[in-house]
């Protein structure tokens, strides 16, 4: 049989088609080190994605599904070990323990690396290793950031090439450029000797996913999970990237980005950061329920902020696909999302199949399917007692396919931030909305953000941690120096463009223990009442915590809900903030010497208002 890496080879006549001389002595080592039977370019074509797909789909790693419903699209199933993110085995190895700070696990770089390269020699014997270069932003950016994965996951091709610009133009800007480029290796740490049968989601139980800051490069072992294996997301768009955007001056982070229309054509651009699996895509394809207003998408997960030649604040996305978390988005919460779905080209991840080749999970209709193959394969009805699909089950899709993504996505020099908001899932004490006096004022409350944790990372969920800028799993070096110079950005940004910062909760809980706010399109409305601040329109009360909606100023025409319960759900209760306090100077505790001097006024300035 002739090999996908056998053809291309041959095409190409040798193994390391590329002018750049760094990244061919790379290949050659990483290839040298791993073992693999053949080495493969990728150049991000369809045929190729296509040839790729069918040799997943062979090999039982894909199921492809009905083309009439879901057009090139395709169902995987992990290992049932294999199905989050694992942060206690995620490592920072700067060459200062220091610099990794209290959230993150460290070891001494050469430590680490002498256990890589022990676990990395041959764990691609009997596979095929993969070149993908890819690039996070835009191509045509002032100032490119290029990535190469080297892979041993057919998967892992076929889904970098949905969520990042991947290939051969890539490869040839890269080139032209002699640019720098991000290494960043991967393997499913599963070698195959001779004759042995491979399985449809090989893995290891041994799990590492490495990050070298000062060198900027990535190494993955033991996970085909996105988040663990698609480098070009979290490892690099976000932990190497926040390095590079405190060398550099700028800001990468976990934030949405959605353009919102005012009835009078005023545009405006919001980011917003939520910790995984609370809602972010959700927000950036909402549907408003107000009349006039219009909400287009630039990202749903996150985005690189930079100073303009104006002192304004400019976001982009640098991803090119949605990762995004499938139960609970359906037909009646995101549509949008199940158009881009349904156009195809997609690859679903431990969802569940549905009778006639096509998928389905928890909330994604109104109407439960009367039979279902569950995500283990199982045969699932109503009556099952289980979920049919993983809680963190995930659909991962051309951001393009959106109808409505914003022109401005695609364009290099990224969109103006008038808001930025801040919101956790708790069911207590954080008021519906909350704007805060100033921006150091706002880098407090992103500091203390709290959140229920999520079936997104392995571990318990529903426990309240804190999880500043929903940065938490991703701040690649010192959390104490990420909050400075979060604190230090504000210097670099002129007084009218500074954007006004907001902390949201569309989780509080009623005291009879229902949502006190509807949430999806419904949140439009405090959307508006942070626009209309802006503008100096909405009336506030001042709070011990900043300001909060003045009665009658947040719009709730044609909701049904009354005064009292949006007083519920807006209201500072300063008992429940006094019993907060308790918390957050444990916070900040842990952070020692590196908290931010202005971020202890905050807190001490809260503390005094709050009566204390
Ligand atoms: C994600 C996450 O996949 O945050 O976006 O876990
Ligand atoms: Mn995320």
Redesign the pocket.
Known sequence: MTTIADRQVQDSGHSAPTTHAKLAQWVEEVAALTKPDRVYWVDGSQEENDRLTAQLVEAGTLIKLNEEKFPGSFAAFSDPSDV??VEEQTFICSVNERDAGFTNNWMEPNEMKAKLNGLFDGAMRGRTMYVIPFVMGHLDAEDPKFGVEITDSEYVVASMRIMARIGTDVLRKLEEKQSFFVPALHSVGAPLEAGQADVPWPCNPEKWIVHFPEERSIVSYGSGY??NALLG??CFALRIASVMARDEGWLAE?MLILKLTSPEGKDYHVAAAF???CG?TNLALLDPTIEGWKVETLGD?IAWMRVGANGELRAVNPEAGL???APGTGWSTNPNAMRAIEKGNSVFTNVALTDDGGVWWEGMTDETPAHLTDWLGNDWTPESDRPAAHP?S?FCTPIAQIDMLSDEYNDPQGVKIDAILFGGRRKTTVPLVTQARSWTSGVFMGSTLSSETTA??AGQVGLVRRDPMAML??IGYDAGDYLNHWDSIRSHLAEDQLPQIFLVNWFRRTSEGGFAWPGFGENSRVLKWAIERLEGKADAVDTPIGFVPAAGSLDIKGLDLSEDEVAEATHVDVDEWRAELPGIEEWFARFGDSLPASLRTELDELTARLGR
């Open positions: 989050a993110r996105g988040g997301k979290k976990h910790p995984s699996a972010k997960d990762f995004g978390v963190n995930r997104a990372a799993p991703f």
